[in-house]
Every structure is written in C-alpha cells, then in structure tokens.
C-alpha cells in the first residue's frame, strides 16, 4: 500500500539500531514528563491539606487535574507505544506494517519511530476508527 516513490527498503542493523536510540530517548523524555505531572499531582494535593478553598480555587484545581490527567494519558499510550515497536523489532517485524505487511516509509519511521502502520493503512484506520484510537499494535499477530 506504500506509494512507489518513498523509501521502503528493508532497514539495515544500524538504522535499527538509529531507531531503538530514537525510542530510548522518547522513552526518557515520556517519563520525565509523567513523573513531572505525578509530583504537580502530588504538590497540588499537599497544598490543599488542611485547607478550605473557595469555589475559585477548586475549578482551577479541578482544571490543572484535568489538563495534567490528559498529560499523562497521552504520554502513558505513546510509552505503550513504544513498547510495543520494541516488541516487534524483538520479533523482527519493526518497520512493517502491522496491517497490509507492507514496509513502512522510512520518513514515517524518522518522524515517528513508533509507528505501526504504514500511512496508506493508517489512514484508512483513521477513517474507520477515528483520530483518537490508539495504534498499539504487537508485531505479526496483528496483521
């Protein structure tokens, strides 16, 4: 399903490895930035203890809560993610798209190392399933 004019290639060991480096890094940054929301999270909390805030204080409360739940949401599913194309590179299908089997574009691979599926496919997705449904998928069980 890719289209002709785009790199799809089989990777080589060392663009492999590129990649892994690329999903260790996000993997970091991902993590920092749930930790960052649990201690906000948990500073909020301890500065509520004891106290009687007025209706101001807890729908600005409730907001930062709900704006940081999101956060972390979405950083948990991209972590999930990230897993995941860890698990299909371990089953030597990283790269190939988890619905038609087709390689994945290496530019769609270089803007998002996690990809499970080519653009054709992941478009269609989209298109039956909606924007917001996640792609976590696990190598070949899922073609």
């Known amino acids: 399903m890719s289209n002709a004019s785009e790199d799809t290639t089989p990777l080589g060991e060392t663009e492999l490895h590129a ?16 930790r960052d929301v649990n201690a906000v999270d ?10 009687a805030p007025d209706l101001v204080d807890v729908a600005e409360h409730r907001r930062g ?10 950083d948990e599913l991209e972590l999930a993610e990230i897993g995941a194309a860890r698990l299909r590179m371990a089953e030597g299908v990283y790269g190939q798209c988890t619905d038609c089997g087709e390689p994945i574009a290496r530019a769609r691979l270089q803007a998002q ?21 996640p792609i976590v998928a696990t190598g070949a069980d899922n073609r």
């Open 19 to 34: 990649f892994a480096a690329a999903l260790d890094a996000r993997e970091a940054a991902l993590e920092g930035e749930v």
């Open 65 to 74: 809560e709900d704006m940081r739940h999101a956060e972390r949401e979405r």
């Open 113 to 133: 190392p996690w990809a499970a599926r080519c653009i054709d496919c992941q478009e269609q997705h989209e298109r039956v399933h909606g924007h917001a449904v």
């Open 42 to 51: 948990q500073a909020d909390r301890e500065g509520f203890a004891g106290v």
